[in-house]
Structures are given as structure tokens and as C-alpha cells.
């Protein structure tokens, strides 16, 4: 055999081998390694995690993942891990998983309709990295109140409801910094100047707004709610919300998963600074976080000269009005005999 011939045959294998280490490794990048049957899940790469972390954060996900590892170490995945939220989708091949694990997606928060600052931590808690004991911790730490003019019955004030995009990996005093700066985008001087207007700071509106928040779940309504309390206010009356004593009995007993929707007049005499019925002004803090319409009540309330109000039971929902004592009384006889009728005891 002559050398010409030899050196063919060489290349010939070694065209070949390459050949085939070639689609091996192709095979190896570009062939799907997941085994997962949803079209597409979340992983979560906690702070402080390394390499061999992630591998097992994966494994449950990742088909072959000796060819993940393959392909992570000539990305240079292994040295560059991040914590975070971290999208995969079906069928994706090492090169689309090693790119995922670099790409931390933000989890989009929505919250509204909380009753105090304990459950709002649990909500954001389970949503985020850090835990609800964590971001309770930030948002009552001394000096942070201090500088920003809260304390600890008020500083609930500063979470407007909304969809907030967030990195899961966020940690307690991010989050609270976010939440702070979002409060000062939301109090801008014009609404600083209308709470002014009404005698009110933005902590006391938020307040007002949270009674009116729990009044009435008819948005059309709140600017008239709004406008009673404001009188009450001038007229240095109490406000008399009978949420605010639900919110009493509530924090007294620490159970905040009971229905009530009777108040007696037996808790309207319950010591609380919270018990509007034996407290003239606003309570000396939220009841609940206000959404935005009731911001916005309080900000711009109806102009009347109603004093009182009571449930409607003609127009389930809504309430009936009175400038009078007499008026009123009528109309909370009606609403009590009619409540009686019902059957309901609490």
C-alpha cells in the first residue's frame, strides 16, 4: 500500500470520527433533555446556592444531565450559578436550559384586600425568597419607621395595592425599599395637597380610606362614605364605623379568620383604641389596606350634609343616608328588624 493511499484512508477516519463525535455532540446540545410533561415549570435557585445545588434543584427535570453538565461546562455555567426564578419549558435542548438558568424571570405580585400586616408578610412570604417573619422584621425595624414617618400601628399605610414585578430572590429590605419608593410615587403633591385639604396627612387618608374600604364594596358609593366620616371628622363627632369594631374585637381575640357581620352593642363599650364608638378621631391605624378607588374617595369625597347611614335593604350593597338623628333611626330599624328576620346571630 503506498503512502498516497495511506493518507487517504487516514482522512478518511478522521473525517469520520469527527463526523461522528461531531453529531454526537450535536446530539448532545441541540437533542431535548427534559422530562417533565407540563409545557413549561419553575425552578427556584435559592441565595447562596452553588453548581452542585443547582444539579440537584434540576435533576428532577433534566433528562440526561451528564450531558447538561456537558454542555453547562463549556458555557461556563458552573461559575457563574445565580439565585433566582428561573423559566424551562418542554422539549428544550442543554444550550436552551444552560440559557434559561442564566435568565431570572420576576414573579409579578398582586395583593389587595388585606386585613393587617401579619397576613400581607404570609402573602408576600409565599411569593418571594425571604419569609414572612423576614419582611415583618424590615418593615417594623425602629429606624426605617422613623425616617419615614411611620410606626409600627400605621406603617401599613405604605403598601398601595397593585401588580408589582419583583425577582423572587428579592430580598426583605429590597422588597421594603420597593414598597417605600411606591408609596412616594403614589403620593404625589397633588394628592399630599387634597388630603391637606380635608385635614388630613397621607397616613390619616390611608386610615379614613381603609373604613371606607370596609364599608362598601360599591365603588360609586365610596366618595358619599367618604364624605360622612369627613363630617363626623369636623365636626369632631365619633366615626361610629362599625368596621373598626369588628377590627377590635378581631385584634383582642387574635383571630382574624372570623365572619362577623352583626356588631351588638355590647362590643361598641369594648376598650380598644381601635373602637370608634368610644374614641373620637380616626383609629391609630389601617383596618384593612385601602384599594385604590377608596384612596380616592378620601381624596375626593362627595359634598353633602349627611351625618348618618346604615345598610339598605332594598338596595343590597348600597346604604341609606340621613342628615338627621330621626331619619336615621328609621332607617336602622328597618335594617335591624330586617337582619333579625334573617336570622343572623354574628
Request: proline content about 5%.
Amino acid at each position: 500500500m503506498n503512502i498516497k493511499k495511506i493518507i487517504t484512508i487516514s482522512a478518511v477516519i478522521v473525517i469520520s470520527v469527527l463526523m461522528v463525535y461531531g453529531f454526537i455532540l450535536i446530539n448532545q446540545i441541540f437533542s431535548a433533555n427534559t422530562k417533565f410533561p407540563e409545557k413549561e415549570v419553575y425552578v427556584y435557585v435559592p441565595t447562596g446556592s452553588d453548581y452542585e445545588d443547582v444539579k440537584k434543584i434540576l435533576e428532577p427535570y433534566v433528562k440526561d444531565l451528564q450531558n447538561f453538565e456537558m454542555v453547562a461546562n463549556k458555557r461556563n455555567y458552573p461559575e457563574n450559578v445565580k439565585p433566582g426564578r428561573f423559566l424551562l419549558t418542554k422539549d428544550m435542548n442543554n444550550m436552551d436550559l444552560v440559557r434559561a438558568m442564566r435568565s431570572n424571570v420576576p414573579v409579578k405580585l398582586a395583593f389587595n384586600n388585606q386585613e393587617r400586616l401579619e397576613n400581607f408578610a404570609g402573602r408576600i412570604g409565599s411569593q418571594i425568597e425571604a419569609d414572612s417573619l423576614t419582611l415583618l422584621t424590615a418593615f417594623k425595624d425602629p429606624e426605617f419607621l422613623k425616617e419615614n414617618g411611620f410606626n409600627e400601628e400605621n406603617v401599613f399605610a405604605m403598601f398601595i395595592p397593585n401588580t408589582y414585578e419583583v425577582y423572587w430572590n428579592t430580598s426583605a429590605l429590597k422588597f421594603r425599599d420597593k414598597m417605600i419608593k411606591e408609596y412616594h410615587n403614589f403620593w404625589t403633591d397633588e394628592r399630599i395637597a387634597k388630603a391637606k385639604v380635608q385635614g388630613l396627612t397621607p397616613v390619616e387618608a390611608t386610615i379614613l380610606a381603609s373604613i371606607v374600604h370596609k364599608e362598601s364594596v360599591k365603588k360609586d358609593e365610596r366618595p358619599r362614605i367618604a364624605g360622612v366620616y369627613l363630617n363626623r371628622l369636623r365636626l369632631e363627632m365619633p366615626l361610629q364605623a362599625d368596621p373598626t369594631v369588628i377590627y377590635a374585637i378581631k385584634k383582642k381575640t387574635n383571630n382574624f379568620d372570623q365572619v362577623i357581620k352583626r356588631v351588638f352593642y355590647k362590643d361598641l363599650t369594648m376598650s380598644s383604641p381601635y373602637n370608634t364608638y368610644m374614641n373620637t378621631g380616626l383609629p391609630p391605624g389601617p383596618i384593612a389596606m385601602p384599594d385604590i378607588t377608596a384612596l380616592e374617595a378620601v381624596l375626593n369625597p362627595e359634598k353633602n350634609d349627611y351625618i348618618y347611614f346604615c345598610a339598605s335593604i332594598d338596595r343590597f350593597g348600597y346604604h341609606e343616608f340621613a342628615s338627621t338623628l330621626a331619619q336615621h333611626n328609621v332607617n336602622a330599624k328597618k335594617y335591624s328588624d330586617w337582619i333579625n328576620s334573617q336570622g343572623v346571630v354574628r
